[in-house]
């Protein structure tokens, strides 16, 4: 022990000796590192000359491309062609700063339209695209489809920028050793989508899709999955696929009326029918119109099951339709008065308790005035999988109460059980009604990954105890001066023998 106290001593002490040498190097000027001129001239000029690019507006609208099943199977899932239908419903309802590109796929995916925007001058060729969908290919390749969607949008700028696969089937390439490999290729190839921001919809058709497929595929890129369990149930499904990519404002069917006010500029009344039926609009001037007869302001897409109606400028009051099955219909309005909503989840944990708030907009600021909200209600309707719907009154997020405060109201809702949900936010004042639609899918939460005991650490070897006693300055000096008359003794002793041995050889 005496003797590695001792050693530490001498250490230090050499170390007292050394340091002083040390710092004045550390803070010697002929050691200190400067830019080369060329460097600090280079470095400044680049930086006067490349500033920061101001970000740029991205351009408006979203890229969407349509990748619609084209398997032999539709023929027996789809005998009608409802999904083209369904398909020109969903590009009719896209603005005209969008663009749409259109796919197909079965063993491959073939490119029909590429992204074009969707002005109405083009709805023809897009529409001609949608018409050229098959069913008549043997297999479902699935991962090809959304490599060359992924393809499709790579060039893209726009914010949003969105596939939407429909399919009736799973994905099967006649061989148990392709369908891995391409499974394989679709799990490495969906966190690249994620990764780009290039988000799926997919729409599962019938009972013979792969549906937790497809909802997986959904979830794994944070887009948006929809059930279609009929084939008149598809136009519904890509009406709920609108509602998720632009949030659009409506008003409310009211059985077979809905109500018009004088902030709302266009309305498009999409509306279920019975198939072979006709239906007809009834202005509040009581004018009937129909499909073959209507005025320059009303536009009029009829199919099978529903037709879409486009008014610009809505005489204000109420409208009514007959014929209409009840079911589905909506109005979505373009209107100076929005209700909106920061809820937009797509995919939520079975009981987890959420919050839904709701509040007005007029020309983009949050309406407050006390006038007007202490005449308006909110609530919201939650219809899930039972399709019992549950109604909330929304309270002000201020006051907890229904009176008026900042104009912002809240309410809380745990989704009891798996599935689809769809909630329906309803603000109705003295002379107007508003309601937008969210859906969401309830999944099981995760399962907590168990957390592995880490193995215990070594306890590290015990160090012999130092205290202040062991550091001795006196001692540490004492050495020094002992070590140093040793050198010396060692030293002239030498130098004796040196001196004697010298003079014997000089006598010899």
């Known amino acids: ?36 001129p060329e460097q600090s001239a280079l470095t400044t000029a680049t930086t006067r000359s490349s ?51 259109v796919m197909s796929f079965g063993d491959t995916a073939t490119r029909l339209a590429p992204l074009t925007l969707n002005k109405k001058q083009n709805r023809k060729q897009l529409f001609s695209a949608v018409d050229r969908i098959t069913s008549k290919e043997y297999s479902t390749n699935i991962t090809d489809a959304v490599q060359k969607g992924f393809d499709e949008l790579r060039a893209s700028l726009r914010r949003e920028r969105i596939i939407i696969m429909m399919s009736d089937g799973k994905l099967a390439l006649g061989a148990a050793e392709k369908d891995t490999a391409a ?11 994620a990764q780009a921001n290039v988000k799926l919809y997919t729409v599962a058709f019938t009972e013979e899709s792969d549906s937790v497929l497809l909802e997986n595929m959904a979830k794994e890129t944070g887009g948006f999955f929809r059930y279609a369990r009929e084939d008149k149930d598809v136009h519904g499904m890509f009406a709920s696929l609108f509602e998720k990519l632009k949030a659009p404002d409506a008003v409310p069917f009211e059985g077979e009326a809905f109500t018009i006010d ?32 209507h005025p320059a302001t009303i536009e009029w897409y009829q199919s099978s099951v529903f037709d ?78 039972d399709a019992k719907p549950i109604k909330l009154d929304l309270t002000s997020t201020a006051t907890g109460t229904a009176k008026p405060a900042s104009g912002k109201y809240a309410t809380r809702f745990t989704s009891p059980v798996v599935g689809e949900y769809t ?17 969401f899918n309830a999944i099981e939460p995760p399962q907590a990954t168990p957390v592995k005991p880490k193995p215990a650490a070594m306890p590290a070897p015990a160090l012999p105890a130092q205290n202040d006693e062991d550091v001795s300055w006196g001692k540490v000096l004492l050495l020094f001066v002992i070590v140093n008359l040793a050198i010396a003794l060692l030293a002239g002793g030498g130098y004796a023998i040196w001196k004697k041995t010298s003079k014997m050889r000089g006598s010899a």
């Open 1 to 36: 022990m005496s003797i590695l106290r001792s050693t530490n001593n001498t250490l230090l002490a050499i170390l007292l000796f050394c340091f002083p040498v040390a710092a004045l190097a550390e803070h010697d000027p002929a050691r200190i590192t400067v830019p080369l």
């Open 51 to 101: 500033p920061a690019p101001a970000t740029s507006a991205l351009p408006e609208g979203c890229d969407v491309v349509l990748l619609m099943d084209s398997s032999g199977s539709m023929k027996r899932t789809d005998p009608k062609g409802y999904r083209k239908g369904a398909a020109k419903l969903f590009i009719s309802l896209l603005g005209e700063d969008d663009r749409i590109g």
């Open 183 to 193: 499974l394989e290729q679709l799990k490495r190839l969906l966190p690249k989508l």
């Open 262 to 293: 004088s902030e709302i500029k266009e309305a498009t009344v999409l509306v279920t029918k019975k198939p072979g039926t006709a239906l007809s609009l009834m202005d509040p001037s009581g004018r009937k119109n129909t499909a073959s007869g």
């Open 308 to 385: 879409m109606i486009t008014i610009q400028e809505p005489a204000p009051g109420k409208w009514g339709v007959k014929l209409s099955t009840n079911e589905g219909n909506k109005v979505y309005v373009l209107t100076n008065l929005s209700l909106k909503t920061s809820f937009d989840r797509s995919f939520v944990n079975k009981g987890e308790t959420m919050i839904i708030d709701a509040w007005l907009e007029k020309q983009g600021g949050v309406v407050t005035e006390q006038s007007i909200l202490e005449s308006t209600t909110f609530s919201v309707e939650v219809t899930g999988p």
């Open 423 to 439: 909630m329906t936010l309803l603000s109705q004042g003295k002379t107007f009604k508003r309601t937008r639609s969210v859906s």
